[in-house]
């Protein structure tokens, strides 16, 4: 069974470095048929996809968040990160990670989420 | 961007009623279009990839269906389990983008 856990620091001091860890387990990150991807849900609102990245290291980055974002891999622990600089109280949110299924050059949906963290961004 | 505009943003139903849910996208790009459902506290789940695809252990009331660029998810007989919030999502172009969601209400 494929799971997902997001890690990570609660609270983050406006201006601050946002950094979070999911680790996978019961698939490889380096599998080819997957992209791993950031997805977060400010208090009370609806989803928005930060970015993602391929086993190869391959980004895409939403741009809206892009000048801030960088998400980044480590297949020898098979975990991804998710770091986002100089943070507002807009950054307030819930945090996930996902897989997202690729094939025949298109991706699809995201089929497995971690459980989410909540992160706080406040002085 | 592609825009994906969802209607309505909440309904009430009962148990047993036939429900539809629309998401319009801003411009066509075929079928990369997904749908969500999430309970409060809880992750997304993915109910529905490529506007029919139908998950692996997702009930068969689920089903989608596109119609150029107007998406729905239909629940054909709605369940105590299905009171949630829906989402869709394509997955055609960057950046992935979600509809604003439809919150499904006794």
């Known amino acids: 069974q494929v799971q997902l856990q997001e890690s990570g620091p609660g609270l983050v001091k406006p201006s601050e470095t946002l950094s979070l860890t999911c680790t996978v387990s019961?698939?490889?990150?380096?599998?080819?048929?997957?992209?791993w991807s950031w997805v977060r849900q400010p208090p009370g609102k609806g989803l928005e996809w930060v970015g993602y990245?391929?086993?190869?290291?391959?980004?895409n980055y939403n741009p809206s968040l892009k000048s801030r974002v960088t998400i980044s891999v480590d297949t020898s622990q098979n975990q991804f990160s998710l770091k986002l600089t100089s943070v507002t109280a807009a950054d307030t949110a819930v945090y996930y990670c996902?897989?997202?299924?690729?094939?025949?050059?298109?991706?699809?949906?995201?089929?497995?989420w971690g459980q989410g963290t909540t992160v706080t961004v406040s002085s | 961007d592609i825009q994906m505009t969802q209607s309505p943003s909440s309904l009430s139903a009962s148990v047993g009623d036939r429900v539809s849910i629309t998401c319009r996208a801003s411009?066509?790009?075929?079928?990369?279009l997904n749908w969500y459902q999430q309970k409060p506290g809880k992750a997304p789940k993915l109910l529905i990839s490529?506007?029919?695809s139908l998950q692996s252990g997702v009930p068969s009331r689920f089903s989608g269906s596109r119609s150029g660029t107007d998406f729905t998810l239909t629940i054909s007989s709605l369940q105590p389990e299905d009171f949630a919030t829906y989402y869709c999502?394509?997955?055609?172009?960057?950046?992935?983008?979600f509809g604003g969601g439809t919150k499904v209400e006794i």
């Open positions: 490529a506007a029919s």
């Open positions: 019961g698939a490889s990150v380096s599998n080819g048929t997957y992209y």
């Open positions: 999502q394509q997955s055609y172009s960057i950046p992935l983008t």
């Open positions: 411009q066509i790009f075929g079928s990369y």
């Open positions: 996902a897989r997202i299924y690729c094939s025949g050059g298109g991706c699809y949906g995201m089929d497995v």
């Open positions: 990245i391929y086993y190869s290291g391959s980004t």
